[in-house]
């Protein structure tokens, strides 16, 4: 790399809260070897030292729109410099990041850019991986190796952070998708400004797994712990995976290959689910042979497996299954539509399908084709997402959003109820036992008021217990 490089750093920087945690930044670019300004876009004047730029104003009267601002000063100085970095205030970058992108930029495809995850740290020591929650998931069919690297794409196009190259930078102003005005679509208005050169400007944002020390940034607030994100020993088994996918020792399979929805709403299902003792306690004790449909991570699997069940899963893909095929779970890669046949002649004493029906293309269609694998005695067990309780009804009223949630076509789901389940498993030949209501569990405030309802108006999920009709 060359010492001469010219790199123009800008950070966003609301307020003064995070001022400690701009320091933090400050002091890693200022030891750097290389030219570096840096440009601070503030709402306020600011006397942050020497050597540095502070420009204020917001783009738009949203306070979020601040990170925006520094899109523009980007195109004005394209031509002096050779690199060009954003970053939120509470995310720093090395000197062995910069470099870790250079050496990956020089290997990749010119519509590709390195980008980066984060992680926090908690209490007993250990990295989460903050990017890593929710729907967020890696794409198995993206691993391979490039150069002795392997690389793959990960969902979660935001970490605060990017780097861009001066020809990347020119590529993305040509493109018009740019210089915008704020906005937020799929992300936030914080969060968009920060992933544009990878939505919207033509580029796709890859990670050099091989060297995924390099391409992890610490998120200072350390917030997240416990509340999202992902344990470092769990993330490790995803890159391990990956890494054999890449190497052709692994299937790239997807469960559900065209189940991005148009509009990405917030309840899709999440990859990570966690624990469910609801969907425990009506597992029948005397099912030794358990079959799970769109299993993420497998903290309920695991259980089960702990419990002395035998636990036999269809994932949501190749990846994020990896820890609990650890920890005794078999799985079985495959497309939903496929996995009946892939299943044929064996028989389960209970047939769990969580959080994976409203997302399929004919809910009726899979729950009849997967009847077969059920034994004669066998319980079928439908957990799914209440779109029937008031919050999400208010919420749909409020964003005018009704009217794109009524099929899969229009808003990437199916507004499924008990109801609606109930249907379906009648119409499959199933009769249904009793429907448990999962309670909501969002902060205090919000559950305290919620308690006053009944589970059926409140629960954020619910679970349909059913068995052969006649």
Known sequence: MNPKMKILVAIANYGTKNLKYLQVLLDEYRRMPFQVDIVILSNEPKDLGPNLEVIVGLPAKNPWSLPFGHKRLFAQRVKDYDLFIYSEDDTPLTENNIRAFLDSVGILPDNEIPGFLRYEVGADGQKHISSAHGRFHWLPE???????????????????????????????????????????????????????????????????????????????????????GTKFDVFQTHLDALKQIAAGRRPAVTALPNSRPPLTPPWLKSYYEPLSGELLSVVPKHARSILTVGMGTGATECELVKRGHKVTAIPMDSVISAPAEKQGVEVVHSQLDQGPARLAGRHFD?????????????????????????????????????????????????????????????????????????RWLKSAGWSVEQVVHIPDTAPSKRVQALQRLPLALSSTEFIVTAKRSG
């Open 350 to 422: 209970c047939l769990i399908i969580r959080n994976a029906l409203y997302l399929h293309q004919d809910p009726g269609s899979m729950l009849k084709a997967f009847a077969p694998v059920l034994a004669k005695d066998g319980r079928f067990l439908v957990q799914e997402p209440n779109f029937g309780n008031l919050q999400t009804r208010a919420g749909r009223l409020l964003r005018g959003a009704g009217a794109r949630l009524r099929s899969l076509r229009q808003g990437g789901v199916h507004p499924v109820s008990p109801a609606r389940v109930r």
């Open 142 to 228: 993206s691993a391979r190796q490039v150069a002795g690297n392997t690389f793959a794409q990960f969902t979660n196009a935001h970490s605060a952070c990017y780097i861009i190259t001066r020809s990347q930078l020119e590529r993305a102003i040509a493109s018009g998708g740019f210089l915008v005005e704020p906005y937020e679509a799929e992300y936030d208005m914080l969060c968009s400004a920060a992933t544009d050169p990878y939505t919207r400007c033509g580029f796709t944002k890859v990670i050099n797994i091989s060297r995924m020390e390099d391409f992890l940034l610490p998120h200072l607030p350390n917030k997240y712990v416990g509340v999202m």
